[in-house]
C-alpha cells in the first residue's frame, strides 16, 4: 500500500459545545516509559496525548509538520506510544503522514488508542510490538446543551466514525460492517492480532523496544493515569502535576515535535501522591 491510495480524512471541528478527554481506560492501559531502544534523526516520536491542552502539551499537527519539514522527504518513521486524545487532531496528522513524499514507517511501541490509531494508519508499513496494543473505537467527546444540542452533536460526530470506519478498511481490507462492530464496542487489538486483521504489518522484535518507566517522564504519564483513572478532568490533572514538579509537566518540546517532561520531580512528593490516589481508590 502506498500512502496515495489511502482515503482522505475529513478535517475541522463542526461544534463547539464540547470538550475532548481521554476514556479512563486507554489511560489505565498506557504505559508512559515504554519509548523505541534506539532512534535516528529521521523518526518522529508520538509519546504524549494527541493535541494541545491550556498549557500547550500534547502532540500537535503544527508540532510535526514541522518535524516533516526537518526531515525534508527522507525516509521517516513515526514511534507512537499514546493514549489518543484530540480526534480532529489526529485525522489532521494522519492527513499530513499520508501526504509526505517520502516513505513512512510507523512502529507502535506500547499503545496506540483513538486518534493515535487513526495516525498509525498511515504508515506505508505498520509495525507493532507483540504486547502492544491498538485500540478503535468511535469519535469520543464530553457535550453539553439542551436535547436538540446534543442530537445535533450526535449527528454532526457521524461522519467522522464513517470517515475513521475508511480508513480502518482501507489499511486492513475488512468490510465495513466488522469495522463498525469493533468501533461500538471499543476494542483493544494486541499485536500478533492487528497484523492477523491487517491493522499491521508484521511485529516489531523485542530489542526494538525498551521501557523507561524509572524516568521523570515516566513518572509524570503513570500519574496522570492515576489521576484519569478517579475522573479528574486533563485541566485538573495538568495543574496538580504542575504544582507537583513545580514547573509545567512536559513543557520542553524537542525537534521531532515530541513533548517532554520536566526534570524537577521530587520523588518523595510523587510517592506520596501515589499512596494518596492509592487510598481514595480504595
Known amino acids: ?100 513524499e517520502g516513505k513512512v514507517t510507523v512502529k507502535v511501541l506500547g499503545l496506540a488508542a483513538s486518534a493515535a490509531s487513526i495516525i498509525a494508519m498511515a504508515g506505508d508499513e505498520v509495525q507493532i510490538g507483540r504486547g502492544a496494543f491498538l485500540m478503535i473505537h468511535n469519535c469520543w467527546v464530553y457535550a453539553m446543551g439542551n436535547r436538540h444540542d446534543l442530537a445535533q452533536i450526535a449527528a454532526d460526530m457521524e461522519p467522522f466514525d464513517k470517515a475513521m470506519n475508511d480508513i480502518y478498511g ?13 468501533m461500538n464496542a471499543e476494542t483493544y487489538i494486541g499485536g500478533s492480532d492487528a497484523v492477523e486483521k491487517g491493522f499491521a504489518d508484521r511485529l516489531l522484535s523485542a530489542d526494538e523496544i525498551a521501557d523507561d518507566n524509572d524516568s521523570p517522564a515516566a513518572a509524570l504519564r503513570k500519574l496522570d493515569a492515576l489521576l484519569a483513572k478517579t475522573d479528574t478532568p ?49
Not at 70 to 87: F, H, K, L, R
Open 1 to 100: 500500500m502506498t500512502l496515495k491510495s489511502l482515503p482522505q480524512a475529513p478535517e475541522g471541528r463542526p461544534f463547539a459545545r464540547e470538550n475532548r478527554d481521554l476514556p479512563s481506560s486507554a489511560m489505565e492501559r498506557w504505559n508512559g516509559g515504554i519509548k523505541a531502544a534506539k532512534s535516528d534523526e529521521n523518526s518522529i516520536s508520538v509519546f504524549d496525548v494527541i493535541g494541545a491542552d491550556w498549557y500547550g502539551e500534547g502532540v500537535t499537527a503544527s508540532r510535526i509538520a514541522g518535524a516533516l519539514r526537518a526531515i525534508g522527504g527522507a525516509d521517516v518513521t513515526v514511534n507512537i506510544n499514546s493514549p489518543g486524545g484530540d480526534m480532529f487532531e489526529g485525522l489532521a496528522i494522519y492527513n499530513l503522514l499520508r501526504e509526505y
Open 234 to 282: 486533563r485541566s485538573e490533572r495538568r495543574k496538580l502535576l504542575k504544582a507537583l514538579t513545580g514547573s509545567k509537566p512536559g513543557a520542553a518540546a524537542d525537534p521531532a515535535g515530541t513533548p517532554g517532561a520536566t526534570d524537577e520531580i521530587n520523588p518523595e512528593n510523587i510517592a506520596q501522591l501515589q499512596n494518596a490516589l492509592a487510598a481514595f481508590g480504595k
Open 170 to 182: 482501507a489499511k486492513t481490507g475488512l468490510n465495513a460492517e466488522t469495522i463498525e462492530v469493533m
